[in-house]
């Protein structure tokens, strides 16, 4: 019975450490987090910057979204498997009305916050 457990843990432990997408916490992260970059990059355009980060992920920043004086900023975290493991907006414009804000429209998020 003590080595079924043993190995029901070792088992769980090893599927915890498989999962590198992390929860969502915003519109964006529901909406992105788990796609490949590619599809991000083939509907929004090409990032400004990568960066090589520990473990084989890249940073990319990426900015678009361009629309009366407004434009949106974000910071992709990509696993080596090129999957999106973390988006946030570093530059962004709140929907005074309380609605989505640009970033969140512009990239397909809107519609993702239930």
């Known amino acids: 019975m003590n080595s079924r457990v043993a190995i029901l843990a070792g088992v769980a432990l090893a599927l915890t450490a498989c999962t590198t ?5 915003n519109p964006l992260q529901a909406r ?3 796609k490949t970059a590619g599809s991000f990059f083939a509907a929004y355009g090409p990032p400004i910057s990568d960066t090589a980060g520990t473990g084989g992920t890249t940073l990319y920043k990426w900015r678009g979204g361009f629309a009366k004086g407004k434009s949106c900023s974000v910071e992709l975290t990509v696993n080596d498997a090129y999957r999106i493991t973390s988006i946030r907006a570093v530059g ?7 609605g989505p804000t640009h970033c969140e429209k512009v990239l397909d998020a809107a519609g993702e916050a239930k």
């Open 92 to 98: 962004d414009r709140v929907d005074p009305k309380g």
């Open 21 to 25: 997408v992390s929860v969502p916490t």
């Open 32 to 34: 992105w987090n788990g």
